[in-house]
């Protein structure tokens, strides 16, 4: 029996301040690729700027919506760690782009 693991791919999608006349980006949210729907339940525009989740790296965690990067993390795999300090869980099962985003996403690093 072969195990079929479906990967989940994000987008960033920008939220616009109220007073801005530029549309200076108030907040970035994490999206399903594709998606108009963010993981904090916001609905996003079409028209809203879209960046790759690879980008978290470069966006301030105080830029990012508390709840899309809450519910982000609890997507990612938490197998404890073993005596050698290396986790168990199985390459395969980590969704696309979590080695890039995950100490963004957590604030380390």
């Given at each position: 029996?072969?195990?079929?693991?479906?990967?989940?791919?994000?987008?960033?999608?920008?939220?616009?301040?109220?007073?801005?006349?530029?549309?200076?980006?108030?907040?970035?949210?994490?999206?399903?690729?594709?998606?108009?729907?963010?993981?904090?339940?916001?609905?996003?525009?079409?028209?809203?700027?879209t960046?790759?989740?690879?980008?978290?790296?470069?966006?301030?965690?105080?830029?990012?919506?508390?709840?899309?990067?809450?519910?982000?993390c609890?997507?990612?795999?938490?197998?404890?760690?073993?005596?050698?300090?290396?986790?168990?869980?199985?390459?395969?099962?980590?969704?696309?782009?979590?080695?890039?985003?995950?100490?963004?996403?957590?604030?380390?690093g």
């Amino acid at each position: 029996m072969v195990n079929e693991v479906m990967a989940v791919i994000f987008e960033l999608k920008a939220e616009y301040g109220f007073a801005s006349e530029d549309a200076e980006i108030h907040l970035w949210h994490l999206v399903r690729e594709g998606s108009s729907l963010a993981l904090c339940d916001r609905a996003m525009t079409a028209e809203s700027r879209t960046r790759s989740a690879l980008a978290l790296r470069d966006v301030f965690p105080e830029r990012l919506c508390q709840e899309c990067r809450r519910r982000y993390c609890e997507l990612l795999p938490s197998t404890p760690p073993t005596a050698a300090g290396t986790s168990t869980a199985p390459a395969a099962v980590e969704p696309i782009q979590t080695v890039q985003t995950v100490r963004a996403v957590r604030g380390i690093g």
